[in-house]
């Protein structure tokens, strides 16, 4: 299996349209196999977030590396360090009410973004289940966002 670092190369070498086809691809098949396939990122969990699109109010659904911190899903906006944040990142800002596919769980949550001391604990936590996001943070001069799922209701 290839390490974080390896994948994270990959991931910044490749041009955005093959990123976003490899994603469409993961949707369909992640759901087919209730994760199996596609649920993984090296050694570090992915999930199905559902965004409502801040333009077009339809569900957009993405492929997204997780950590788990108690019961709240940690995400992170990192757009494999491009200097535009991911599409569903500015839509959980847009609207923080979003729904997560975990291995064929599905339910509600409401986001936030992590600040100060919550977000470099949150950001240790990530990196330990997926060290590319060191690598993502060093490309690019945004701020990367570590969002908080949490559940809702």
């Known amino acids: ?10 991931s910044s070498s490749l041009p955005d349209a093959w990123l ?11 759901r087919l196999t209730r994760g199996r396939l596609m649920g993984r990122v090296g050694r570090a969990p992915v999930l199905l977030l559902t965004t409502t699109g801040r333009r077009s109010g339809e569900p957009r659904t993405a492929p997204v590396v997780f950590s788990r911190d108690g019961d709240d899903l940690i995400v992170v906006g990192s757009n494999a360090g491009n200097s535009r944040p991911p599409a569903w990142a500015l839509n959980l800002r847009a609207d923080p009410a979003a729904e997560v596919d975990v291995r064929g769980d599905r339910r509600a949550v409401r986001a936030r973004v992590a ?14 289940d997926y060290a590319g996001f060191d690598d993502y943070e ?16």
Do not use: C, H
């Open 138 to 153: 060093q490309r690019t001069d945004r701020e990367i966002a570590v969002f908080v799922l949490e559940p809702a209701g």
């Open 1 to 10: 299996m290839p390490s974080d670092k390896t994948l994270s190369r990959l």
């Open 20 to 30: 976003r086809r490899i994603g469409r691809l993961n949707v369909p098949v992640y």
């Open 115 to 128: 600040e100060g001391s919550e977000r470099r604990r949150l950001w240790g936590l990530v990196n330990d």
